[in-house]
């Protein structure tokens, strides 16, 4: 069943509701770890300096061990005995010194299981006001406020195969260059889920293979 469309034009309550409204109609699927490790992402909604509604993405610092130089959501694994939520919340704050609490949390999308070994748990907040970033330099290279309307380019999704899997490889075409899964699939997802209240899933996209490491 299809929900509220958030509106695109400007945050407000209508927007906040619509958002939170449409991920609670959804059914989001969780995974087993079978060996994995869990993860978790924070989707950060907010409006930039013309109230029109963005969403954060960062360009992980190039000398990182694992996925450097790789465009991503703020986030990580989770430490003992932290919930996703609690995750997402601590990581938010590590990489991009911003700090939200419960109350902005809208709701989840489906976990997404990544070549690397980990279950991703993307948590999507709202915030009502502009947040001021101050990246992490030791995790993150650049931080982005990137607008929402972006994900409704014509040209998104970009789903190709390759010779190495039979799955789908999903891409976005964002800030001049691809973003790729399972980043791409998660704010694919939102866009689906969140803005526009459709049931649609992800977790059967392939990812490049540079990032299966």
């Given at each position: ?12 309550a ?17 995974l087993?770890?079978e ?81 690397s ?22 995790e ?16 998104v ?37 969140a803005?526009?209240?459709?049931e649609?899933?992800v ?11």
């Amino acid at each position: 069943m299809q929900g509220r469309k958030a509106s695109a034009a400007t945050l407000e309550a209508g927007f906040d509701a619509a958002v939170r409204g449409n991920l609670d109609r959804f059914e989001r699927r969780a995974l087993p770890l079978e060996g994995r490790r869990a993860a978790a992402v924070a989707v950060v909604l907010l409006p930039d300096a013309d109230a029109s509604p963005c969403f954060l993405l960062t360009r992980r610092a190039a000398k990182l061990r694992a996925h450097g130089g790789q465009w991503a959501l703020p986030g990580g694994r989770l430490d003992a005995g932290e919930t996703a939520q609690e995750a997402a919340l601590r990581e938010l704050g590590e990489e991009l010194g911003v700090t939200l609490s419960g109350e902005h949390v809208a709701g989840a999308l489906d976990d997404y299981p990544t070549r690397s070994g980990y279950v991703i748990t993307p948590i999507v907040f709202v915030s009502p006001r502009p947040q001021i970033l101050q990246p992490n330099p030791r995790e993150v290279a650049s931080a982005h406020s990137v607008p929402i309307r972006l994900l409704e380019d014509p040209e998104v999704p970009r789903v190709r195969f390759i010779p190495e899997s039979d799955r789908p490889v999903l891409s976005l075409p964002l800030l001049g260059t691809y973003i790729h899964a399972p980043t791409a699939a998660v704010l694919y997802q939102l866009r689906e889920v969140a803005i526009h209240g459709r049931e649609t899933r992800v977790a059967h996209f392939e990812q490049p293979v540079f990032a299966w490491r």
